[in-house]
């Protein structure tokens, strides 16, 4: 299969390259430099005209223009120019690629949709979203575009991601932010952080849910993607086994979260890592973040 992915050098994209490489697809990167590696490569930006897509078996949309590090508030001063790069840049990609007739797409969408819910709510599948911040408004958006279009597309509706980035693709420069550096960082050092908990998924489950929608290609539709409620006091527990020291710990998170209900892909077969994958990574986590 020939994959076009967008955002591919990015945290979560490398994931998905990653994933698409392992199915043995013929992957091209779609980003604003050439990312060498193992895949082919067209020029693109979200506030520019998208390449022709034409020979294409699926699209694949990661790219999101945001502060590093940030999806809600992302946007940054510039709510426009957000709006502008990820919105219209998106659905004119959307259009590119139907006109192509590029028979499937797939969407990185975000759990951000229902955010205007109360924490605590279950959120299914058939939830109608809610979106109250910037973000998840800009997703739902998407997701709505996609949706119009005479393609079979789908909206991976993410939850936090987690994992130690793929190393398939080479990278130029270090990257502006890492999953838990500061987190790490602040507690080898000494400080506590303050209690918290959210839902995550690690990337490489990201990826082998999309490989398991491309294999049973079930009808157009949103899907959930979400794996383990982590709690901070839960990453530094790992932290510290691995480190064989002791870190301060936050009490235990008693927030409510709303944690999306993944329906579609357990009728799939789906089973990701969860607690025991984070707990086999974290040695390797901390050494690339120069921390052992």
Do not use: Q
Request: hydrophobic share 45%; with cysteine.
């Amino acid at each position: 299969m020939r994959v076009a992915i967008t955002g591919a050098t990015g945290y979560v994209g490398r994931f998905l390259v990653a994933g698409a490489l392992g199915e043995g697809h013929s992957v091209t990167a779609l980003t604003r430099a050439a990312p060498g590696g193992p895949v082919g490569y067209l020029p693109f930006d979200l506030g520019s005209p998208p390449p022709d897509l034409s020979g294409f078996d699926l699209l694949i949309h990661a790219a999101f223009a945001h502060e590093p590090g940030r999806y809600r508030g992302g946007e940054g001063d510039d709510p426009d120019g957000f709006i502008a790069r990820n919105l219209d840049g998106t659905r004119r990609l959307f259009d590119a690629a139907a006109a192509a007739e590029v028979p499937r797409i797939a969407f990185l969408s975000s759990r951000a949709v229902f955010d205007g819910l109360p924490a605590g709510t279950s959120l299914s599948e058939d939830l109608a979203p809610a979106p109250a911040s910037l973000y998840g408004r800009a997703k739902l958006a998407a997701e709505e575009h996609l949706a119009a279009l005479p393609v079979t597309g789908w909206s991976l509706r993410a939850t936090g991601i987690l994992g130690l980035e793929p190393s398939d693709l080479p990278r130029v420069r270090p990257a502006p932010w890492r999953k838990w550096e500061t987190l790490l960082r602040d507690a080898i050092g000494g400080r506590a952080p303050e209690p918290r908990r959210g839902s995550e998924v690690h990337g490489a489950d990201l990826a082998a849910a999309l490989a398991l929608i491309l294999r049973h290609a079930p009808p157009s539709r949103p899907v959930h993607v979400s794996d383990v409620l982590l709690d901070t006091r839960e990453i530094l527990v790992e932290a510290a086994r691995a480190l064989g020291r002791d870190l301060p710990l936050p009490p235990p998170s008693e927030a409510p979260v709303s944690v999306l209900d993944c329906g579609t892909l357990r009728g799939l077969g789906w089973r990701p890592g969860g607690r025991a994958r984070l707990a086999e990574e974290m040695p390797a986590l901390l050494a690339a973040y120069g921390l052992t």
